[in-house]
């Protein structure tokens, strides 16, 4: 499968604990966003990585969130000390190149439950 | 600053009839706009996509959309809907300027197509 992949596909934690959301991105891509998608609502942008570079966290929640993408392996979508709101879906899309006409291809998405 | 609108959260159509999914758009600068399809528990998939150029543009399963400038619109339209394309819609909005930063689509809601014998 070379699409976007994403794991794990659904994930449960409990309020308090941290969980890690994984992407890679498909072959030959080097540009990464994390969305998040509220139930009923549309996705909201968080982040946008290049390897090793964050280029724009605009999106991101100012506490507890964070991402990264290394050089070598997926691209990881931190979230520490999670609450029940953190209960989303979480994509992860990828495209060749940053310019603004190159399409965005999306993985599957991981769907956090906090209990 | 970009934003999306899609007008009617839910549409039904009975099978054969006529599509048309509403979206407005508003940016600041031209927009590249694009027509997302997301089946339950699935990502979003690509239905077709304005950059420049031909303001009709054809994507995916029978899918068109134009680009109205004048009306900051940008609807989805089939001819003949099939049961198989039932699923939630979404249209999204980024800038056409590469300032070398972000490429960011911001999104709709969302429509969720029902399609009924």
């Known amino acids: 499968n070379a699409g976007v992949m994403q794991n794990p596909r659904h994930l449960v934690r409990r309020r308090g604990q941290e969980a890690r959301l994984r992407c890679s991105p498909m072959?030959?891509?080097?540009?990464v966003y994390w969305y998040r998608q509220l139930p009923e609502e549309g996705l909201k942008f968080m982040v946008y990585?290049?390897?090793?570079?964050?280029?724009?966290e605009s999106g991101m929640p100012k506490e507890r969130f964070s991402a990264e993408f290394p050089k070598e392996g997926p691209s990881i979508l931190r979230i520490q000390q999670v609450v029940r709101g953190d209960s989303a879906a979480y994509f992860c899309?990828?495209?060749?190149?940053?310019?603004?006409?190159?399409?965005?291809?999306f993985g599957d998405g991981t769907r956090l439950s906090i209990l | 600053a970009q934003s999306v609108t899609q007008l009617g959260s839910h549409v039904s159509v009975s099978e054969g009839a006529l599509v048309l999914l509403r979206c407005n758009y508003s940016?600041?600068?031209?927009?590249?706009l694009f027509w997302y399809v997301q089946y339950p528990n699935q990502g979003l998939q690509l239905l077709l996509k304005?950059?420049?150029?031909?303001?009709l543009v054809k994507g995916i399963n029978g899918f068109e959309a134009e680009f109205k400038k004048s009306e900051t619109s940008f609807h989805l339209t089939k001819p003949s809907a099939h049961m198989s394309d039932a699923a939630e819609y979404f249209c999204a909005v980024t800038e056409s300027i590469n300032t070398g930063t972000a490429s960011k689509l911001t999104f709709g809601t969302g429509t969720r197509l029902q399609v009924t014998l």
């Open positions: 072959k030959g891509h080097s540009h």
């Open positions: 940016s600041s600068v031209p927009p590249y």
């Open positions: 899309a990828s495209s060749l190149q940053g310019n603004t006409n190159q399409p965005q291809h």
């Open positions: 990585l290049q390897k090793e570079n964050i280029i724009d």
């Open positions: 304005y950059t420049t150029g031909a303001t």
